[in-house]
T-cell receptor, first 115, second 111 residues
Framework: DGGITQSPKYLFRKEGQNVTLSCEQN?????MYWYRQDPGQGLRLIYY???????QKGDIAEGYSVSREKKESFPLTVTSAQKNPTAFYLC??????????????FGQGTRLTVV | GNSVTQMEGPVTLSEEAFLTINCTYT??????LFWYVQYPGEGLQLLLK?????DKGSNKGFEATYRKETTSFHLEKGSVQVSDSAVYFC??????????FGAGTQVVVTP
């Protein structure tokens, strides 16, 4: 079945460490997105990529980095510069972004906790 | 910039009650509008969408109408079930396909 796979489901990080969250899709979508979810704040866009080897900062990119070397993969690294990384992270993908009514498909999320 | 405002929760209802979740938006141009649903511990699933003014999206008994004159996209369901307990997000899509979400509304349906 086609879909988006995020791993791991739960992740614990010590302060000062970088961690990488995986996101893989087999939907042949061009666009991929990373969102952060905090209680009562909805979803905020961290980074997005509309095509391989290209990505753009979203609303809250500070302390995060991404790469898009393959169409299927869009990993997110939470660096030690991110001051409050504990959150639920959601990856999404969609068909060409020029189609504004396209549906976004979401992964099951990764819950990151700093210990 | 674009923004979405939806009513705060939690909304607590008895089974078979009528549900309304208000959503209003601010956007340039003509965005597409969406409702997504999130069940505990999971990602988001598309519930319904509307792409132009006066369009009505519907799915699983839920409905929402794109009202350009009031910049609204309110979600309604005539008779909720316990299985409808979830967090509901209103969202709009800009010309680049990026989604802007509201804060989410938690709905709790009791037997």
């Amino acid at each position: 079945d086609g879909g988006i796979t995020q791993s791991p489901k739960y992740l614990f990080r010590k302060e000062g460490q970088n961690v990488t969250l995986s996101c893989e899709q087999n939907l042949n979508h061009d666009a991929m997105y990373w969102y952060r979810q905090d209680p009562g704040q909805g979803l905020r866009l961290i980074y997005y990529s509309q095509i391989v080897n290209d990505f753009q900062k979203g609303d809250i990119a500070e302390g995060y980095s991404v790469s898009r070397e393959k169409k299927e993969s869009f990993p997110l690294t939470v660096t030690s510069a991110q001051k409050n990384p504990t959150a639920f992270y959601l990856c999404a993908s969609s068909i060409p972004p020029s189609v504004k009514d396209t549906e976004a498909f979401f992964g099951q999320g990764t819950r990151l906790t700093v210990v | 910039g674009n923004s979405v405002t939806q009513m705060e929760g939690p909304v607590t209802l008895s089974e078979e009650a009528f549900l309304t979740i208000n959503c209003t938006y601010t956007a340039t141009g003509y965005p597409s509008l969406f409702w997504y649903v999130q069940y505990p511990g999971e990602g988001l699933q598309l519930l319904l969408k509307a792409t132009k003014a006066d369009d009505k999206g519907s799915n699983k008994g839920f409905e929402a109408t794109y009202r350009k004159e009031t910049t609204s996209f309110h979600l309604e369901k005539g008779s909720v079930q316990v299985s409808d307990s979830a967090v509901y997000f209103c969202a709009l899509s800009d010309s680049w396909g990026k989604l802007q979400f509201g804060a989410g509304t938690q709905v709790v349906v009791t037997p």
